[in-house]
């Protein structure tokens, strides 16, 4: 086969697997922005409307791990093809919902569809590069896992907007049947990812389902319950922690495990798993809380917000494209450390961000966090993944994908519980600045006053006048140590990455891990 002939075949795999992965990691933050949409259509509250997100993260993470095992199960390609007729089948069915209940229902099955489109796709994109061609299919890759996060928002309100809340499973369709009938053409199954006769692990499936439910439902509705304080969350934590215990056992000694935990004995894989849980914690947990201060006390409308977000998304479709063309020449642990930094960096600046940030101001470090994104997703899951023998390719990318997802959903529940904490702690030390006695108290209250009497109004709304101030500043003063917290986290995975080794050798049958 010539050159040319096995990098059109390339470039046409690489397309095949990306289109059902773009819409996959699209569908995990469009319906975000639509809620109140759905909400109204449907006549639900804004708690019930929730449970659309809430259901499809669920089913998502308890199938990611389990990619792998479905694979061998019935075949990688009839597996694919499967989770892609899945999650069409239930994105027209999620259009054409009648009741919030439905919607839910549907929203679950589209989960279970779209989790194993990730790791799937990943490990096809690398078995069809060779080795030194890594970097340029993890740009490939990158692109769709970095910027769907951004893009689904913007394309769910455009939608939302312009359509209906409809329209933004309908859209799926069309790309879901063209990717079925792409993979049909293109896709063929190498020896040892063709179906398998197994014994199925029943107990290990429930253990697994269960356990990471569980762990799911209690990072997007802690926060909301009060965490430990509410009977529901200690109930599902306890659920959670003794599943995914037992499982840990069960599957250590299972001769056909759901999930291959023995994966973790290679450091390097083990290193490069933790430092993507960090580093997806690192950029969800800051994405969340950015237009968030913005909103809230900058006064900044949904688009202006978007504005501040769609230039990092840029510097990320710039970075990836060059680092995944130097990768096979430079040492990817040289990438890894200057954007892991640049990461850290980009937190820090918005550590620093006050009620008197400009526009640019905001920009900026968002933008060298995309940088940062770019310089960092594709030499983490090169070295990660260079040790891993192909036959065991998609066990490892559904455990690596697991971690990355879990690493957005703690981000997530860890940034916002942290804003709530520290607000409450910085609001009640400010309050006791709340006194008759105190000089900076008298004076901002007399000047407050005699602005109110300038403009006829009644002086005894001056101690209101405060108290909202205080309230602004003291959730300022929150998020900023909201993102100087996930900077510091960040930055202590930073030792991983040298103890992390790269291989040069072939990752095929019977190679070393």
């Known amino acids: 086969m010539s050159i040319q002939h096995k990098t059109t075949s390339r470039a046409l795999i690489a397309f095949t697997v990306m289109l059902p992965t773009l819409i996959e990691i699209i569908d995990t933050s469009i319906v975000n922005v639509s809620l109140d949409h759905i909400r109204g259509s449907l006549s639900a509250g804004y708690d019930e409307a929730t449970w659309t997100i809430t259901a499809y993260l669920v089913s998502n993470a308890i199938v990611i791990p389990m990619a792998a095992w479905f694979a061998k199960l019935i075949g990688r390609k009839n597996y694919q093809i499967a989770s892609i007729a899945i999650f069409t089948f239930s994105s027209f069915m999620c259009g054409s919902a009648w009741s919030l209940s439905s919607l839910v229902f549907f929203r679950i099955l589209q989960g279970i569809g779209g989790g194993g489109l990730v790791p799937i796709s990943q490990s096809i994109l690398l078995e069809s590069f060779p080795r030194e061609k890594h970097g340029q299919a993890m740009a490939i890759f990158g692109l769709g896992a970095m910027l769907g996060p951004i893009v689904g928002p913007l394309l769910g309100g455009w939608i939302t907007d312009s359509l209906s809340w409809r329209w933004i499973f309908y859209i799926n369709i069309p790309i879901g049947i063209i990717a079925i009938i792409m993979n049909i053409l293109v896709i063929q199954d190498p020896p040892y990812m063709q179906r398998q006769k197994m014994k199925i692990d029943y107990f290990g499936l429930m253990l697994l389902a269960l ?303």
């Open 211 to 513: 356990g990471l439910g569980a762990l799911q439902f209690v990072l997007d509705k802690g926060e909301n319950e009060d965490w430990f304080n509410s009977e529901l969350i200690v109930i599902f934590s306890i659920i959670s922690l003794v599943s995914l215990t037992v499982l840990i056992i069960n599957e250590y000694y299972s001769e056909n495990p759901i999930v291959n935990l023995k994966l973790f004995k290679d450091r390097t894989f083990t290193s490069g798993a933790t430092v993507m849980f960090f580093v997806f914690l690192n950029l969800f947990g800051s994405i969340v809380l950015l237009p968030v201060f913005l909103q809230m006390l900058m006064g900044y409308t949904s688009f202006y917000a978007g504005l501040v977000l769609g230039p990092g998304g840029i510097a990320t479709m710039l970075a990836m494209p060059i680092v995944g063309k130097f990768i096979g020449k430079v040492n990817p642990k040289r990438f890894l450390v200057v954007g892991i930094t640049v990461c850290a960096l980009s937190t820090y600046l918005m550590s620093n961000f006050t009620l008197q940030t400009d526009f640019w101001t905001f920009v900026w470090p968002r933008v060298l966090l995309g940088f940062g994104m770019g310089m960092t997703f594709i030499p983490l899951t090169t070295l990660t993944l260079s040790h891993i023998p192909k036959e065991h390719m998609t066990e490892a990318t559904s455990l690596y994908n697991l971690l990355r997802n879990l690493g957005g959903s703690v981000g997530i529940a860890f940034t916002t519980t942290i804003l709530s904490r520290r607000a409450q702690f910085h609001q009640t030390r400010l309050v006791e600045h709340l006194s008759p006695l105190d000089p900076g108290y008298q004076m901002a209250r007399e000047k407050i006053t005699a602005m109110l009497q300038s403009k006829g109004l009644p002086a005894a709304g001056a101690d209101g006048v405060l108290y909202r101030e205080l309230i602004r500043q003291s959730t300022t003063m929150a998020f900023t140590d909201a993102f100087l917290i996930i900077c510091v986290l960040i930055l202590c995975v930073l030792p991983l990455v040298f103890i992390m080794q790269r291989s040069e050798g072939p990752a095929g049958p019977g190679a070393a891990h």
